[in-house]
């Protein structure tokens, strides 16, 4: 509770001070406070202040602060975000900002803006220098979530023929320019921009200074085309340990790279929209915090009217065999339990494999040996259960023979459960479906009435009803 009281006076301390430094209008001593303020405290709460500000001191603030500074802040919002402050924004102030930006975090919130207004995107890139919104509107060509979407254009690549003296003058006049986003590695390329090699920053400055870049660099390297799905490109990256990954085109030249910045946020937002999924919630475009509650309401209600749709035919599974549960009513007592195992273990085995798959341990060809291991590990559950639910039996004073029936039902409901929970996120990824959207709501709601199904069928075959 104390860090909770700090952290809000933190941030109400943050926005003052940026309101004085607003109404003060003294350019210089605004550009240095701001900046102070973003090496003493997270450069995230320096921003997220500005959504505070007024639409006259954000007006105010910004007229006093460098195009580079207030670029420096918008990239560390989420893009609805930043894409609100910069329609707040005079148009030639907001497309000067926009220049200063990586070309990849600029696409995000063009594309944010255009969300809320398509004209005013348009005429942010019509504002732009040509060079600029060229580099922006390549990117925004390519979808949301794939390589060439979340890939930046800024490269350092040089040919061949360079020395390494030659490549660090070239790395040293790009910083300073401010044309390179990161220099994990150099990208060899030919006139063409035909990706040839690469080496790592390491190599070259540990490289004889007249060495030739053909000599040392490194030929065999992984890339990507610009239309790999952004989680295979997280999985590369990850898998690999590799810092970038370079985006090529069919004829092999170099369009830009990937870096683990933009994959670590990538992650973010697959595993983000996963768990929404597996709670029965469509994702969230917004931060929560921004969420409107018309907005969540809306994201949630979609979900539990299929899923009440999908529970009917429980009542219906119910209502066929009303016969036996009127001739065996202690039957009844026990089917909150049966359902609510069937539809926890679908439930935990769905979740398990989901993450597997989005960390690319498993994929169908695994199938049978999914099975197998999920099949073996409900056996043991369902022993568990078995012996619970005797337990449960004997102290609610029913007769041994419904309790084994009860017993033999959850043995089974068991492995039904986790067969479908290993099987169905490996065919739904084979049909180019997302798993996560066959969500744990929905598994349980699967179970539910098979499962009933197969105690009834049991109780009769076992109490001959």
Known sequence: MAETVQEVTLDREIIDHLRELAGQRRPRRAEQEVRTLLDEHSNRDVAEALLDLSDQDLADLVGQLEDETVADLLAELEPIEGAGLLLRLTRVRAADVLEEMDPDDAADLVLAVGEVDEQAAADLLTEMEPAEASDVRELLSYPEDSAGGIMTTQ??????????????????????????????????TDADRRLLGLLSLRELVLAP??????????RSFVSV?????????????TERHLLAVPVVDARGRLLGIVTNDDIEEVLE?????????????????????????????????GWLLLLFAAEAYTGSVLRAFEDELQAAVALTFFIPLL??????????????????????????????RVLWKELRVGMLLAVAMFTATLIRAFTLGVALDIGLTVGLSVVLIALWAATVGSVLPLVLRRLRM???????????????????IIYFEVARQMLDL
Do not use: C, W
């Not at 085309?225 to 990256?237: G, N």
């Open 434 to 452: 997302d798993p996560a959207v066959v969500s744990a709501p929905f598994i349980t709601t699967l179970v539910d009435g098979t499962g009933l």
């Open 269 to 301: 937002e697959e595993a983000t929209e996963d768990i929404q999924h597996l709670g029965g919630s469509q994702p969230l475009d917004v931060p929560y915090s921004n969420a409107s509650i018309l907005l969540l309401a809306r994201k949630r209600v």
């Open 209 to 218: 200074p007249a060495v030739a870049l053909r000599e040392v660099m490194r």
């Open 155 to 188: 490269v350092v690549s040089v040919r061949p023929e360079f020395t390494a003296s030659d490549a660090l003058a070239a790395v040293r006049h790009l910083a300073a320019e401010g044309r390179t986003e990161t220099v994990y590695y150099l990208y060899v």
């Open 225 to 237: 085309p610009p239309e790999t799905d952004q989680e295979e490109v997280a999985r590369i990256l």
């Open 339 to 368: 359902i609510g195992t069937g539809g926890n273990i679908g439930s935990q085995v769905v979740s398990t494999i989901i993450r597997a798959q989005a960390l690319g341990e498993v994929a169908f060809g695994d199938l049978l």
